[in-house]
């Protein structure tokens, strides 16, 4: 007897724990599309009927209700196709349909954003707001400015420990994604206030770089939280400024300094150079400036 969508899901969800590893947030995310959608089902048909009865003209109607009705952006879009997507592409590989009704669906175009970064100004006030003179405002102006000149990911600033230091070559060994290890190079600012922080930092058995008030090593949501409170004491109010918009703001700065996108693309650790492409933004007075430099080429 073909499963229900109800026990699929179920499946669903211990696959995503143990065999995934996902995250609670993330593993929520999905099972809150795919509930929705077994809502949506239940309104279409009267009753909830198994994925493998499932149609894509239904998938397709789902989304129709999502797009006019409720008013979903292409990203929300783009995410629920994703989690029902995957979730049939499950039920095919538990042989509970032989089709995935999902497989020929097109994401919505996505709206091209330029990245949230912070203008030179700006990362000067955030740098100015922890106090210095006591060991937890050193330890946050060495986060603050690692996460601002080594365009890190938070989770490579948290997962730093001690050992990762290269004194000599003044750089930092990180792990990023997929496992993929790198060297960052320190700047002046950077060397200088990581050192400040080795020492204040308390000696305890932990070998992470950031410590927390127990001398165990810094959360992720810690640093977030380190972040947002320095940047409301320095009067920055643009929306959602993270350690993630410090990266931004590192990609930023070194492409407003015509530093190659391939150099930019190795500080960074992304895998893709379509990953960097964002970072080529470019404000319309240079713009302006780079065309007033062919003046004079036309006849006289």
Do not use: W
């Not at 979903?72 to 029902?84: H, Q």
């Not at 349909?97 to 091209?112: D, I, R, S, V």
């Amino acid at each position: 007897m073909a499963l229900a969508y109800h026990e699929l899901l179920a499946q669903y969800e211990q696959f995503l724990r143990v065999e995934k590893n996902l995250g609670e947030r993330t593993r929520r995310a999905y099972l809150y599309d795919l509930t929705r959608f077994q809502e949506f089902l239940v309104r279409l048909h009267g009753r909830l009927p198994p994925p493998s009865r499932i149609a894509t003209e239904a998938i397709r109607e789902y989304l129709n209700h999502l797009q006019l009705e409720r008013g979903y952006k292409s990203t929300t879009l783009a995410r629920t196709i994703a989690s029902i997507r995957r979730f049939f592409e499950f039920c095919l590989m538990r042989q509970a349909l032989e089709a995935n009704p999902a497989a020929g669906l097109h994401n919505p175009k996505q709206p091209k954003k330029l990245p949230v970064y912070l203008v030179q100004e700006e990362l000067a006030r955030l740098l100015a707001s922890p106090d210095r003179s006591t060991p937890a405002g050193v330890r946050d102006f060495a986060i603050l400015a690692s996460l601002a000149f080594t365009g890190c990911r938070l989770s490579e600033i948290v997962g730093i420990n001690v050992g990762d230091l290269l004194t000599e070559q003044r750089a930092v060994r990180v792990l990023g994604k997929g496992a993929r290890e790198r060297v960052v190079p320190l700047n002046g600012l950077v060397y200088e206030a990581i050192q400040a922080h080795l020492n204040v930092r308390p000696i305890v058995e932990s070998p992470a770089l950031f410590l927390n008030r127990s001398g165990g090593r810094l959360s992720g949501r810690s640093v977030e939280n380190i972040v947002r409170k320095h940047v409301l004491r320095a009067g920055i109010f643009k929306k959602g400024v993270s350690p993630h918009k410090l990266r931004h703001t590192f990609a930023t700065l070194l492409h407003a300094r015509d530093v190659d996108i391939l150099e930019i693309q190795a500080l960074l650790g992304h895998a893709s150079i379509t990953s960097t492409q964002i970072y080529t933004h470019t404000s319309s007075s240079r713009l302006r400036a780079a065309v007033k430099k062919l003046d004079g080429l036309g006849p006289g």
